[in-house]
T-cell receptor
Framework: DQQVKQNSPSLSVQEGRISILNCDYTNSMFDYFLWYKKYPAEGPTFLIS?????DKNEDGRFTVFLNKSAKHLSLHIVPSQPGDSAVYFCAASSGGNKLVFGAGTILRVKS | EPEVTQTPSHQVTQMGQEVILRCVPI?????FYWYRQILGQKVEFLVSFYNNEISEKSEIFDDQFSVERPDGSNFTLKIRSTKLEDSAMYFC???????????FGPGTRLTVL
C-alpha cells in the first residue's frame, strides 16, 4: 500500500534552521492530512493537520502546506530545536475514519 | 491534558494463545481505533469503532480479531489465537468526531513466541 509516501528516510538539520519534511500521496479522495511526531517506545503525537480546502495551516513553529494539484504536502518547522528530533509521520484520510500513514522520516536536529 | 492510555505496555504470549489488549480512550471521544506497527514497517489501520459497532476494518482484521467496548470507558482488542506474525506494537486511538485528529495511546508491544 503506497498511497502515502515519505521518500526521505532521514533528515539532519542544524538547530535554529528550517526543517522541511515532505509527503506525497496518490489517492485523490484524501481530504484530510495530518502530521504526527513519534519518539521511540511512545505512540504518535498529533502535531498539525490540514483540510483539502486549504493550502496552508500554521501553529506556532509548525506550518503545513498542501499542494493538491501535485498531491504533495510538507511540514515546515522553524526554528528547529534539538527536542524536535523524532520520527515524523504524514497521514491522510478520506471522509474521516481510518488514517493511512507514510513510512516516516527521522529528523535529527543538531545543536 | 486528557490522554489515551493502554495496558499492558508489553505482553508476551505463546503462539495460539488468546490476548486482550486494553485501552481507555479520551472520555468525551466518540470514535475509537486500533492500529499496529510491525517492527520496521508502517503504522497500519486495523479497525474503527463508533456507536458500539465496527465502522470499518482492514483486511488484516480477520476472524481472529475482535473489538469491544464493554463498559463505556474501556475499548479492547482481542486476538483469539495469536500467530508469530501478530508480534507488533498495537496502538489505540480516539477522536471526538470522525473528521477530527486522532489521539494515540503509548502502545502495547505484543510479542508472540
Amino acid at each position: 500500500d503506497q498511497q502515502v509516501k515519505q521518500n526521505s528516510p532521514s533528515l539532519s538539520v542544524q538547530e535554529g534552521r528550517i526543517s522541511i519534511l515532505n509527503c506525497d500521496y496518490t489517492n485523490s479522495m484524501f481530504d484530510y492530512f495530518l502530521w504526527y511526531k513519534k519518539y521511540p517506545a511512545e505512540g504518535p503525537t498529533f502535531l498539525i493537520s490540514i483540510s483539502s480546502i486549504k493550502d496552508k495551516n500554521e501553529d506556532g513553529r509548525f506550518t503545513v502546506f498542501l499542494n493538491k494539484s501535485a498531491k504533495h504536502l510538507s511540514l515546515h518547522i522553524v526554528p528547529s530545536q534539538p527536542g524536535d528530533s523524532a520520527v515524523y509521520f504524514c497521514a491522510a484520510s478520506s471522509g474521516g475514519n481510518k488514517l493511512v500513514f507514510g513510512a516516516g522520516t527521522i529528523l535529527r536536529v543538531k545543536s | 491534558e486528557p490522554e489515551v492510555t493502554q495496558t499492558p505496555s508489553h505482553q508476551v504470549t505463546q503462539m495460539g494463545q488468546e490476548v486482550i489488549l486494553r485501552c481507555v480512550p479520551i472520555s468525551n471521544h466518540l470514535y475509537f481505533y486500533w492500529y499496529r506497527q510491525i517492527l520496521g514497517q508502517k503504522v497500519e489501520f486495523l479497525v474503527s469503532f463508533y456507536n458500539n459497532e465496527i465502522s470499518e476494518k482492514s483486511e488484516i482484521f480477520d476472524d481472529q480479531f475482535s473489538v469491544e467496548r464493554p463498559d463505556g470507558s474501556n475499548f479492547t482488542l482481542k486476538i483469539r489465537s495469536t500467530k508469530l506474525e501478530d508480534s507488533a506494537m498495537y496502538f489505540c486511538a480516539s477522536s471526538g468526531q470522525g473528521l477530527d485528529e486522532q489521539f494515540f495511546g503509548p502502545g502495547t508491544r505484543l510479542t508472540v513466541l
